[in-house]
Nanobody, 120 residues
């Protein structure tokens, strides 16, 4: 059963923008902290951005100033606005919701992923 559904990935040239969306209506943990992770081929999974249930945000150093995470609780949607994209941002991006507390703990829901490819 798919609990989180991502969309918005695609191919873009360096310097371009993409907006990822995550529909969270199927996840019972969507009121907890949520965020975006990514995994590039041959690399470890990386937490890109997160937003707490109070709205506090945090970002990986590699995306600070370029990516913006936001959440629409009324629509049960999570977003990731990605600007000034670089080839090193190429990865599969996953939406996630914490089972409790922060995303440093157990993950309650994962999405299936959406591919982002940035060409130079």
């Amino acid at each position: 059963q798919v609990q989180l559904v991502e969309s918005g990935g695609g191919s873009v040239e360096a310097g371009g923008s993409l907006r990822l969306s995550c529909a969270a209506s199927g996840c019972s943990y969507s009121r907890n902290a949520m965020g975006w992770f990514r995994r590039a081929p041959g690399k470890e999974r990386e937490r890109v951005a997160s937003i707490s249930n109070s709205g506090s945000t945090s970002y990986a150093d590699s995306v600070k100033g370029r990516f913006t995470i936001s959440k629409d609780n009324a629509k049960n949607m999570l977003y990731l606005q990605m600007d000034s994209l670089k080839p090193e941002d190429t990865a599969m991006y996953y939406c996630a919701a914490a089972a409790a507390g922060s995303l440093l703990g157990p993950i309650g829901c994962w999405g299936q992923g959406t591919q982002v490819t940035v060409s130079s």
